[in-house]
């Protein structure tokens, strides 16, 4: 999956955490939900202001820059003949 860099931020990410891109293509957290306990309103990490192209998917890297990948779309359709198995009877 080659991705390129949209936006260097560098944000640092804390564990526990999950970081994305919201609709206004700025960087928001949210407290993971774990067990029982309910995961946290968003807040907004950095303003970045990215704007998407249709057909990507964008996200954070490990670097806490923003990039995207291009969407793999159509794969192969298995038919059913194939994925039926055909077993032996034992005698």
Known sequence: MASKKVAKVGIKKEKGYL???????DI????MARGGSKGGAP???AKVG????EGYLYFIDKQGDVSCAKMV???TRKSKKSSVKKTKKRK
Not at 28 to 31: E, F, I, L, T, V
Not at 50 to 53: A, D, F, Y
Request: positive net charge.
């Open 19 to 25: 970081y994305f891109l919201d609709k206004q293509g």
């Open 28 to 31: 928001s957290c949210a407290k």
């Open 50 to 53: 990215v704007k998407r192209e």
């Open 73 to 75: 779309r159509g794969g």
């Open 43 to 45: 807040k907004k990490v």
